[in-house]
């Protein structure tokens, strides 16, 4: 399951999209890890990157619609090859995978407006290299967008003076365009209009950060814009904001899947290598159990943004339960990598502070990314949203395939409103869980029952709800086990398409982990101050333990763990 780039084998199915990869991945060997940190260390704009990235065409078959793409079928926008390729460009270096990721973000508005010139602007723009940005935030409000200051003034028919600012916007420096949101003066409804960086009333007022990337705080100066500039105006506006963040969250998981993977196998390869005591590092217990939680933890980070990627392409207006699973890639799998960051940085110990090592970069890149694109917070109120459709209300719904075919996905520029998202319903969570007849899933199965006791004793305590109903902690924690539910659901749909890469014993050993962060969260609510004694004594049933088995845990060690000991090292 994991990428390997000295055994790589794509997992697209078109030989343009592996050559891609291919060619992505010799970029950076070529460049070697003595360059790249060199260069991470300096703060070196990625120009050798870009003009990588430019010379083959990348960025503008990746990103191109294929409706844009002048009948070339390498030119379309296919989340399936997108998600590698992400891993791929975080696996190396999260700064060259921002570049990216930002320029998604920059394009989500312009893909999905109505404005056929700016589009076809943007598409000769892509061909020629460019790059682009997003500019929502701003300095006083974040990601408020309800509180946008950016004014877009109207002079005469169809002309216009933009006039503010915008803070934390990736690429902002060198962007062919800026998909910028702002109000109207006259009447207050959103807008969305394009700006260029290279225009003399645009001003980059400086990066804010002090790393690789530019993260700029851009002014628009009395910026003239005339009609021809504009995107969407009003509610189209207002949905493109959030459905291009649902498009470019989706990645963030995919980078920490990425970062993670790389730094694995460094740990691996440094405890395998050292001697303490007269003992291989990786022959202690505990570095075991470390090890092994990490890859199981990878693993299903992985299985789940694959996953989650099929319902990503197979929505539509009548099937929306992407929409629980998308901002679970960017707040579930991004905290995850923490932890598996965490863990094997006890593992690799003062070696992960040495310049020399990705790990160094490891912890310090695996912190942005539960804080981008909403924060794990913003993330958690949105998923709670579904919760009550999700356990109480299933309906049925055809079963989803492995959706890895090439072609362009047309409805995630067409989502629609973004409103109406506690309507949504979703299939029975069951149905998987039924086909996984394991120790530690069963267990965990009789932890949900116990937490959907709890949320129907909740609810009948009316002074209770009302009381947690303000409470974000506590309904934070409540999502953590909610979340959990559904993150189990989707990572056995994936073992069932996949079961040469997830067997019966890693899956136990995997749901091994699960019951314990159930727990752990149950423990969590318990401790709440607006708990109830009822809702209190609940949760103490379901803390668990998980399902022991050491012949489970010594296959897991030595298949999988063990065995990426020499597997990977990057070149020098």
């Not at 022959?283 to 943004?305: E, N, S, W």
């Not at 991004?334 to 932890?339: A, F, P």
Request: overall charge negative; charged content about 25%; proline content about 3%.
């Amino acid at each position: 399951m994991l990428l390997n780039p000295k055994k790589y084998v794509s997992c697209c199915s078109d030989e343009q999209s592996k050559e891609i990869m291919r060619k992505t991945i010799n970029f950076f060997e070529t460049k070697g890890k003595t360059n790249l940190k060199r260069d991470d260390h300096e703060r070196v704009w990625y120009a050798d990157f870009l003009e990588f990235v430019k010379n083959e065409n990348i960025f503008a078959a990746l990103l191109t619609p294929s409706a844009y793409g002048q009948g070339d079928p390498n030119y379309r926008w296919d989340t399936w090859r997108n998600c590698e390729f992400n891993e791929i460009l975080a696996f190396y270096a999260l700064h060259y995978w921002y570049a990216w990721q930002v320029s998604i973000l920059g394009l989500g508005p312009i893909w999905m407006s109505k404005n056929e010139e700016v589009k076809k602007k943007t598409a000769e723009l892509l061909r020629e290299g460019g790059i682009f940005a997003f500019g929502l935030s701003e300095k006083e409000h974040g990601a408020d967008i309800y509180s946008t200051e950016m004014a877009l003034a109207r002079q005469g028919e169809g002309t216009y003076l933009a006039t503010g600012r915008k803070y934390y916007i990736g690429n902002a420096n060198k962007a062919a365009l800026v998909s910028t949101l702002g109000k109207m003066v006259d009447s207050g409804d959103f807008v969305f209009f394009v700006v260029g960086s290279t225009h003399g009333k645009y001003e980059c007022v400086r990066n804010l950060v002090n790393v690789q990337s530019y993260v700029a705080e851009y002014a628009l100066n009395d910026y003239p814009i005339s009609d021809a500039d504009i995107l969407s105006v009003g509610q189209d506006a207002w949905d493109a904001a959030l459905n291009t963040i649902n498009i470019g969250k989706f990645n963030l998981g995919w980078a920490s899947i990425g970062i993670c993977t790389h730094a694995l196998y460094e740990a691996v390869d440094h405890a395998a290598n050292r001697v303490l005591y007269g003992k291989h590092v990786t022959d202690f217990p505990h570095i075991k159990q470390l090890l092994t939680d990490a890859y199981c933890r990878l693993v299903a980070m992985k299985g789940f943004a694959l996953r989650a990627s099929d319902y990503m392409r197979s929505a539509s207006s009548e099937d929306r339960r992407y929409l629980l699973y998308n901002p679970m890639v960017k707040m579930k799998v991004t905290t995850q990598g923490e932890e598996v960051i965490n863990l094997l940085w006890d593992v690799i110990a003062a070696k992960g502070f040495e310049r020399d090592t990705y790990f160094e970069m490891a912890t310090r890149d695996i912190r942005a990314l539960p804080k981008l694109e909403g924060t794990v917070h913003v993330n958690m109120a949105l998923i709670i949203k579904f919760m009550r459709n999700y356990f109480f209300g299933p309906v049925e719904f055809p079963e989803i395939p492995r959706v890895n075919e090439p072609r362009n996905d047309d409805f995630l520029f067409n989502q629609g409103q973004t409103k109406g998202l506690g309507k949504i319903k979703f299939h029975d969570y069951n149905l998987a869980y039924k086909t996984a007849d394991l120790p530690n899933v069963n267990l965990f199965c009789e932890q949900i029952e116990i937490f959907k006791e709890f949320l129907i004793a909740s609810a009948s305590d009316a002074t209770a709800v009302e009381a947690q109903a303000k409470d974000i902690d506590f309904l934070l924690t409540m999502g953590e086990l909610f979340t959990l539910v559904a993150y189990g659901q989707i990572i056995i749909e994936y073992r069932n398409l996949n079961r040469h890469q997830i067997s019966d014993d890693l899956l136990d050993q995997i749901f091994d982990v699960m019951v314990r962060d159930f727990s752990k969260y149950a423990l969590q609510l318990h401790s709440k101050p607006n708990s109830t004694e009822k809702q209190m004594e609940i949760c103490m049933r379901m803390i668990q333990r998980p399902l022991p088995n050491p012949s489970r845990f010594s296959a897991i060690w030595n298949d999988h763990v063990y065995a990426l000991k020499g597997s990977y090292t990057m070149t020098d």
